[in-house]
């Protein structure tokens, strides 16, 4: 079932992204303006992808905050790598099992789950910064909300995720996924 997820999540996320026009916007990622979430996506699907394929990772040739992935061509570096990325986790084969993210081995599920994440609260961010809104399937959104909830604790011990967000009852599948992520459904640049 999640897997099937990934495609229309990931389609939304090219479609919020290729709008994006100023790059030194300030997102609701913390630490991140646009330049720098976009790098941080361009740095880490390579090693989501190597994850997925049960590959060996990639071979860094500089720390995230100073590979300077952010080029000319990043709009289609981005789509090819998205694409890439729904091919391997838009197969349900691909969150079967065992897998290795850098030298950790842990679920694939898990790295899909990250995928998932990556499409929708990136996608948020991207779309929050860049004054547009992300139309997020509610199942996709009930996902990475469910997911968020799993690995929150240690996503907080690890800084990926900020300290969980108060939302109201009545709060959308997307809401209570940001709020479960660390991040404030409400926050404007």
Do not use: I
């Not at 290729?18 to 361009?42: E, F, K, Q």
């Not at 394929?53 to 995230?64: G, I, V």
């Not at 991207?126 to 909300?145: H, I």
């Amino acid at each position: 079932m999640t897997a099937s997820l990934v495609r229309p999540a990931a389609a939304e996320f090219l479609r919020v992204a290729h709008a994006v026009t100023d790059l030194s916007a300030p997102t609701p990622c913390a630490g991140y303006d646009v330049r720098g979430l976009l790098n941080h996506l361009l740095y880490w699907a390579p090693w989501l992808l190597a994850a997925g394929r049960r590959e060996d990772p990639p071979s860094p040739s500089a720390p995230e905050a100073s590979a300077g992935l952010v080029t000319a061509d990043w709009r289609a570096r981005l789509e090819k790598q998205t694409e890439t990325l729904v091919d391997v986790f838009g197969t349900p084969s691909a969150w079967d099992g065992m897998t290795a993210l850098g030298t950790a081995r842990l679920p694939a599920s898990v790295v899909g789950d990250m995928v998932l994440g990556e499409f929708v609260l990136h996608g948020w961010d991207l779309a929050r910064a860049s004054g547009q809104e992300l139309r997020c399937p509610p199942e996709a959104a009930t996902a990475v909300y469910e997911s968020a909830v799993a690995m929150g604790e240690q996503a907080r011990s690890m800084g990926v995720y900020g300290e969980a967000v108060t939302v109201a009852a009545e709060a959308s599948p997307l809401e209570r996924a940001l709020g479960a992520s660390g991040r404030d459904p409400g926050w404007t640049a």
